[in-house]
């Protein structure tokens, strides 16, 4: 028993002192979910809806309110943003409406 033990508090400790990079700081950047959830209907809520205008708008919030300066790097693309059908390749594409450069 004192065996494993101390096995695994030499384990703990070695992987605790690893100096080689990873993880640092955690993944920082925003999500859509947690605010806009599946919102898709921009006629009622222009402001609310996922689209390609709230991504820029996040981007670009990123940068200037500072966020950027202090490690967050990523604004991720949810859930929400493709159309209700695949395409005859059977892959997903933006919402035409909603993405219209199509780029993401």
Known sequence: MNLIALLVLFVVHTSRTLDNGLVRTPPMGWLSWMTFMCETDC??????????R??????????????AEVGYEFVNIDDCWSERKRNEDGTLEPDHDRFPSGNF
Do not use: F, T, V
């Open 54 to 67: 709230l991504y820029m708008q996040m981007a670009d919030l990123l940068k200037s309110e500072g966020y």
């Open 43 to 52: 006629q009622r809520h222009p402001l609310r809806c996922i689209s390609e």
